[in-house]
């Protein structure tokens, strides 16, 4: 079974370009999760979706980031205009939430390989 | 916000010894997960808990959900080299869907 799928795997842009990440959760997962990891912040929640909705978006750090998930298979996460201090690994995770728990639901996150960011 | 402490942040072992690390929160959790991510790779689940008292093993690891909801341990026995990596524990507050998770545990060992 196919995983998590992440592309770029690598990337390395100038500051201020734009950047987009993309994320194709496991089939069949109805949230997705956007993750920030540096050595000293560690892991980060940017934001997540149920359905293709945004839930929770407290974990973007400013405008400069936006996300989208137009469908159940597809997610974007984008840095516009990137900086240097945005070089991280950016991770997608889904997972599965019944419908009858309410808003909590199994976290059994599964995550995709990551893309490394570098911004110079 | 919510913040877990994981302990210890690295270990140096020798090849089959024991491994403990553990992750304590002042806050109450309805479910503990602990992840192990290799370099270049995304974390992977090992165990998922989910009931205080909770002792559940996955091969060589075992991991116990605290009785007090604010704590849990990974076990790892008789280490082999391919267990080296950063270990990751990750706590759900109830009511809530966002994890979080603890600064992680650094695992190298001696062959």
């Known amino acids: 079974d196919a995983g998590v799928i992440q592309s770029p795997r690598h990337e390395v842009t100038e500051m201020g370009q734009e950047v987009t990440l993309r994320c194709k959760p496991i089939s069949g997962h109805n949230s997705l999760f956007w993750y920030r990891q540096t050595m000293m912040r560690g892991l980060e929640l940017l934001i997540y979706f149920n359905n293709n909705v945004p839930i929770d978006d407290s974990g973007m750090p400013e405008d400069r980031f936006s996300a989208k998930m137009p469908n159940a298979s597809f997610s974007t996460l984008k840095i516009q205009p990137s900086e240097p201090r945005d070089s991280a690994v950016y991770f997608c995770?889904?997972?599965?939430?019944?419908?009858?728990?309410?808003?909590?639901?199994?976290?059994?996150?599964?995550f995709g390989p990551g893309t490394r960011l570098t911004v110079l | 916000g919510q913040q877990l402490n994981q302990s210890p942040q690295s270990m140096f072992i020798q090849e089959g010894e024991d491994v403990s690390m553990n992750c304590t929160s002042s806050s109450i959790f309805n479910t503990w997960l602990w992840y192990k991510q290799d370099p270049g790779e995304g974390p992977v689940l090992l165990i998922a808990l989910y009931k205080a008292g909770e002792l559940t093993s996955n091969g060589r690891l075992t991991a116990q959900f605290g009785i007090t909801r604010k704590d849990s341990f990974l076990n790892i026995s008789a280490s082999i080299p391919s267990d080296v990596g950063i270990y990751f524990c990750a706590g759900q507050l109830k009511g809530a869907q966002k994890l979080v998770f603890g600064q992680g545990t650094r695992l190298t060992i001696n062959p």
């Open positions: 995770a889904s997972s599965f939430v019944p419908l009858l728990t309410g808003t909590g639901g199994s976290n059994e996150q599964f």
